[in-house]
């Protein structure tokens, strides 16, 4: 049964991210004059894009939390399942709480985009190198970037703004660069775990 639960989160979560990573292209595409550097991810969230943007953030979220149900009940597994879960609540809150709601976007964003991080850091328990290593990795550099993003929001005083800022602690690539600097590694990850889940589950279930 165990096996049985992580092959399911396994495939839970690639689904779960691949349909997000695919929502974000195509609203990117839907909205206009859209800028990777200059803009929010959270931009798509409004207008044009929205519809596309909140319901692919609400599946990632909603696919995560069940799958985070599934992860194997194992003492390695624990603290992993519980910040997998406080992620996709996150996520599932950017989804319904856009830019338009100022601090409960801000709160959830933080939620998604932290709990990914440190998600990303503590599943080295569940895996051996070079994975763990690189998952310590992915997730130290969701967190660092996340780091910069929210002292260049607060140097700037943009937190109540809609301007994009400009900030040295954004490293040339603006807001938006600075932010998929905290979102793309933590993808990642998740899709690195998610074979990691499946091809472990079926290496348990292989007769020997």
């Known amino acids: 049964m165990a096996s049985r639960n992580g092959r399911i989160a396994g495939i839970l979560f690639l689904v779960a991210s ?7 292209v195509v609203a990117e595409a839907l909205y206009p004059d859209y800028n990777v550097a200059d803009n929010y991810i959270s931009d798509l969230g409004v207008g044009p894009s929205s519809m596309v943007f909140n319901s692919s953030a609400f599946l990632f ?5 069940i799958g985070a149900y599934f992860l194997p009940r194992t003492v390695d ?4 399942t519980v910040l997998l879960a406080l992620m996709a609540i996150g996520a599932m809150g950017v989804g319904i709480f856009t830019s338009a709601f100022t601090t409960l976007h ?3 964003s933080l939620m998604a985009f932290g709990f990914g991080g440190l998600s990303a850091i503590v599943s080295f328990k569940t895996s051996k190198l070079p994975l763990s290593g690189i998952s310590v990795l992915l997730g130290a ?16 005083g943009s937190l109540t703004s809609s301007e994009p800022p ?9 807001p938006g660069g600075m932010e998929r600097m905290i979102v793309y590694p933590a993808f990642i990850w998740l899709i690195l775990f998610s074979g990691h889940l499946i091809t472990l589950s079926e290496k348990q279930e292989t007769p020997k």
Request: charged share 5%; no cysteine; hydrophobic share 60%.
């Open 18 to 24: 691949a349909q997000f990573i695919l929502g974000l």
């Open 61 to 65: 979220g909603g696919l995560s939390l």
């Open 77 to 80: 597994f624990r603290s992993l």
């Open 106 to 108: 801000g709160v959830v």
């Open 141 to 156: 550099i969701t967190l660092g970037a996340l780091v910069l993003f929210a002292v260049g929001l607060v140097t700037t």
């Open 166 to 174: 400009t900030s040295e602690f954004f490293l040339g690539i603006g």
